[in-house]
């Protein structure tokens, strides 16, 4: 088994006519199989991987000692060892993506079988293509973050993309699906058109198509329970500090993961500023992306605020320039930083 490095599973300028037939269930395309001395071998985009079925066959073949009594396979170590090189070379670059799939390969046998793999992952960037025309999408990405797509045949893929773009027309479609694949099991027809009426309920002044193009999974969330509880409860922890509605929404539009906050964690947040700079959060209220920015950032960087006024009292930093710095300038930078918050762990 070989692998390079990327490139597409074949060119959507040349697609192969939909309707076609194959014995092998998949469109046709004569870049990706070629019978070499009566054996079928298959290119895969993806760095050029030759497979041959008889090889492959082979290696992958689960033995009676191997399944186990639920009905999982027991893989061995070269059979893991060839799956994770195989989805390498699909492009899944996340260890803990790979680690998934190959969960998956001991549960269904399509995980354990590598040219199935490849005509499935053909057929999805097939359904891409033909249902909005969408080229180049990150595969690995795709199957890294949502296995079960690749169960999905040509047709009802590509009538759901197409789905899509008609509901989402001025969404990055193709960031969308490479960001949340999980859209592509959802139903369209019900459940996403009621999340998006449920967004436009909840943030009547707000560009709901630009919340989901800037953080797809909101549509993989309970709009009606969780993200409305968290945006009340939200609301009622900013309004205390004098914050006004209009600002809220305002945040949400630039940093829309503010809405999958836990409550209590931002409600920490806002205390914990506050302590460290009383008089913050009404004073950056008039800058809503810097205050979504610093609501947002973890106990450890907005514990930088109060580091710098109780230790560095002449360094004039802004509370969104000290949450914006790196971790690595700032600590190159304030080197007693690390010391510091090592005494209040201790405690």
Same mark, same amino acid.
């Given at each position: +088994?070989?692998?390079?490095?990327?490139?597409? &599973?074949? =060119?959507?300028?040349?697609?192969?006519?939909? !309707?076609?037939?194959?014995?092998? !269930?998949?469109?046709?395309?004569?870049?990706?199989?070629?019978?070499?001395?009566?054996?079928?071998?298959?290119?895969?985009?993806? *760095?050029?991987?030759?497979?041959?079925?008889?090889?492959?066959?082979?290696? +992958?073949?689960?033995?009676?000692?191997?399944?186990?009594?639920?009905?999982?396979?027991?893989?061995?170590?070269?059979?893991?060892?060839?799956?994770?090189?195989?989805?390498?070379?699909?492009?899944?670059?996340?260890?803990?993506?790979?680690?998934?799939?190959?969960?998956?390969?001991?549960?269904? *046998?399509?995980?354990?079988?590598?040219?199935?793999?490849?005509?499935?992952?053909?057929?999805?960037?097939?359904?891409?293509?033909? *249902?909005?025309?969408?080229? !180049?999408?990150?595969? !690995?990405?795709?199957? *890294?973050?949502?296995?079960?797509?690749?169960?999905?045949?040509?047709?009802?893929?590509?009538?759901?993309?197409?789905?899509?773009?008609?509901?989402?027309?001025?969404?990055?479609?193709?960031?969308?699906?490479?960001?949340?694949?999980?859209?592509?099991?959802?139903?369209?027809?019900?459940?996403?058109?009621?999340?998006?009426?449920?967004?436009?309920?909840?943030?009547?002044?707000?560009?709901?198509?630009?919340?989901?193009?800037?953080?797809?999974?909101? &549509?993989?969330?309970?709009?009606?329970?969780?993200?409305?509880?968290?945006?009340?409860?939200?609301?009622?922890?900013?309004?205390?500090?004098?914050?006004?509605?209009?600002?809220?929404?305002?945040?949400?539009?630039?940093?829309?993961?503010?809405?999958?906050?836990?409550?209590?964690?931002?409600?920490?947040?806002?205390?914990?500023?506050?302590?460290?700079?009383?008089?913050?959060?009404?004073?950056?209220?008039?800058?809503?992306?810097?205050?979504?920015?610093?609501?947002?950032?973890?106990?450890?960087?907005?514990?930088?605020?109060?580091? &710098?006024?109780? =230790?560095?009292?002449?360094?004039?930093?802004?509370?969104?320039?000290?949450? =914006?710095?790196?971790?690595?300038?700032?600590?190159?930078?304030?080197?007693?930083?690390?010391?510091?918050?090592?005494?209040?762990?201790?405690?």
């Amino acid at each position: +088994m070989e692998a390079s490095s990327s490139s597409s &599973l074949s =060119n959507p300028s040349t697609r192969a006519v939909p !309707g076609a037939e194959a014995s092998s !269930g998949v469109v046709p395309d004569p870049r990706r199989t070629q019978e070499r001395s009566g054996r079928r071998l298959y290119h895969h985009g993806h *760095g050029e991987m030759l497979l041959r079925e008889d090889l492959i066959e082979r290696l +992958m073949a689960v033995s009676v000692e191997q399944v186990e009594r639920a009905g999982d396979v027991r893989l061995t170590r070269e059979q893991r060892k060839i799956l994770d090189a195989f989805w390498i070379g699909v492009g899944v670059k996340k260890k803990a993506h790979r680690e998934r799939l190959i969960v998956q390969a001991t549960k269904a *046998g399509l995980y354990r079988d590598p040219v199935r793999l490849l005509e499935r992952l053909a057929q999805l960037e097939d359904s891409l293509w033909l *249902g909005a025309s969408l080229s !180049g999408c990150d595969l !690995g990405l795709i199957v *890294g973050r949502c296995p079960r797509v690749i169960y999905c045949d040509l047709d009802w893929t590509a009538e759901k993309v197409e789905f899509l773009r008609e509901l989402l027309p001025t969404v990055n479609l193709k960031g969308l699906i490479e960001r949340n694949p999980q859209i592509l099991s959802m139903d369209l027809t019900h459940t996403v058109p009621a999340k998006l009426r449920a967004l436009s309920k909840l943030l009547p002044y707000a560009d709901v198509f630009a919340l989901i193009d800037s953080h797809p999974k909101l &549509l993989s969330m309970n709009i009606s329970s969780s993200v409305s509880a968290n945006l009340r409860s939200m609301r009622a922890t900013l309004a205390a500090e004098g914050v006004s509605e209009a600002t809220v929404e305002a945040m949400i539009m630039y940093s829309p993961r503010i809405l999958t906050t836990n409550p209590k964690t931002l409600a920490d947040r806002c205390t914990q500023l506050e302590r460290a700079c009383p008089g913050a959060v009404s004073e950056y209220a008039l800058k809503p992306a810097s205050l979504a920015r610093i609501l947002t950032s973890s106990e450890r960087v907005i514990s930088r605020i109060e580091f &710098l006024r109780e =230790n560095h009292p002449d360094v004039c930093l802004s509370a969104v320039v000290t949450v =914006n710095t790196s971790a690595s300038k700032f600590d190159a930078r304030f080197p007693d930083f690390q010391t510091w918050t090592s005494s209040f762990a201790e405690v």
